[in-house]
């Protein structure tokens, strides 16, 4: 049975920093693309950013891109969202997601396979 479990959220100020850690358990990790996707409330989820199998990551705006980076560790099974410089339009509920290869990567809610239950981000201005 696979397990997706985030961790890491919480209250922050504006210019902080938080570290999110999704651990995934019951699957091959290295075989997976593990993605970021956010949802604000009222809003639909989106895309945060995602990194592949060989470890190449891309994000959904610039402005993500120049502020978070996203990681990978195969040996524990775990994925980071490394955010820096939060804005209060960043405050949203966080979620880790797996899609298996060989299929190809995608920025897509509905292409991913499994998802942990999500992890609180606030940020006060």
């Known amino acids: 049975q696979v397990h997706v479990v985030e961790s890491g959220g919480g209250l922050v100020q504006a210019g902080g920093s938080l570290r999110l850690s999704c651990t995934a358990s019951?699957?091959?990790?290295?075989?997976?693309?593990m993605a970021w996707f956010r949802q604000a409330p009222g809003k639909e989820r989106e895309f945060v950013g995602r990194?592949?199998?060989?470890?190449?990551?891309?994000y959904n705006t610039d402005s993500v891109k120049n502020r978070w980076t996203i990681s990978r560790d195969s040996a524990k099974n775990t994925v980071y969202l490394q955010m820096d410089r939060l804005e209060p339009n960043d405050t949203a509920v966080y979620y880790c997601a797996a899609r298996p290869r060989p299929l190809p990567s995608t920025n897509t809610v509905a292409d991913y396979f499994y998802w942990g239950q999500g992890t609180q981000v606030t940020v006060l201005s």
């Open positions: 019951g699957l091959s990790f290295s075989s997976y693309t």
């Open positions: 990194i592949d199998w060989r470890g190449s990551s891309i």
